[in-house]
């Protein structure tokens, strides 16, 4: 028991930027989906079963443009692919954990707690990614039901900045691992000048803009940065 609750404090202090980050967007997710007349419950099925931001966006764009429901599901499916690519990535470090906590586990990986999780030095246990991915998922959830209730009420221009608040959280999570790796400063830069690469260029259809960034930049990575390099810079 004192054991896990140890366990528990840390994806607690680990999940704050996430909450920051995620309730701001989830409003807006909130005031948009209110805006193409989603019902509240709805709106907060789509955040409690779905629970990934970008396709809950997309999807809202192709309900207003009356895109078909078997079209929605299968781009919502393609802009997720990488999803199988962090759950993979996590297992390795996840074999510890009994299988049956797994399904939990994958349904809460987000870009964001990928990132978190996979900075995180050592090796993952439960209670640490279940707080983690919990904090995240109940902060979704609770910013979609307030966006969608008060963001009408909220001043023009605060509603127009919700959506900023991803970017500073990617922000509050990247600046701490920099500063301590210089390895995760040239990834995160390699990564970035890739994808604006691939998107200027249009190699891809715009939903695998970001796979194929995600499997360039890991690829590079590899031959790149090893794990005793990463080591000798902690």
């Known amino acids: 028991m004192k054991q896990t609750l140890h366990s528990i404090k840390p994806g607690l202090i680990a999940g704050i930027p996430i909450v920051i980050g995620y309730f701001p967007v989830a409003m807006a997710f909130g005031l948009l989906s209110k805006a193409v007349d989603i019902t509240l419950l709805?709106?907060?099925?789509?955040?409690?079963?779905?629970?990934?931001?970008?396709?809950?966006?997309?999807?809202l764009d192709l309900i207003k443009a009356?895109?078909?429901?078997?079209?929605?599901?299968?781009?919502?499916?393609l802009l997720n692919l990488r999803h199988l690519m962090m759950s993979a990535s996590l297992a390795v470090r996840l074999k510890a954990i009994k299988r049956g906590w797994l399904p939990f586990i994958a349904f809460g990986i987000?870009?964001?707690?990928?990132?978190?999780?996979?900075?995180?030095?050592?090796?993952?246990?439960?209670?640490?990614?279940?707080?983690?991915?919990?904090?995240?998922?109940?902060?979704?959830?609770?910013?979609?039901?307030?966006?969608?209730l008060i963001g009408t009420a909220l001043p023009a221009a605060l509603q127009n900045s919700l959506g900023i608040g991803l970017y500073a959280m990617f922000t509050a999570i990247l600046i701490p691992e920099i500063k301590k790796s210089n390895s995760v400063l040239c990834l995160s830069v390699l990564a970035g000048t890739l994808y604006l690469i691939i998107d200027y260029c249009s190699f891809f259809p715009a939903g695998w803009n970001l796979i194929a960034t995600i499997l360039l930049a890991s690829s590079i990575g590899v031959f790149i940065f090893n794990d005793k390099t990463m080591e000798e810079q902690l």
Not at 42 to 59: E, H
Not at 121 to 140: C, R, S
């Open 110 to 148: 987000t870009d964001e707690s990928f990132a978190v999780a996979s900075l995180k030095e050592g090796q993952l246990n439960l209670p640490y990614i279940l707080t983690l991915q919990t904090f995240a998922y109940l902060a979704w959830a609770a910013g979609t039901f307030t966006g969608y």
């Open 42 to 59: 709805d709106s907060c099925l789509f955040s409690f079963i779905v629970f990934a931001g970008a396709s809950q966006f997309m999807a």
């Open 66 to 77: 009356g895109i078909s429901f078997w079209d929605i599901i299968l781009a919502t499916f």
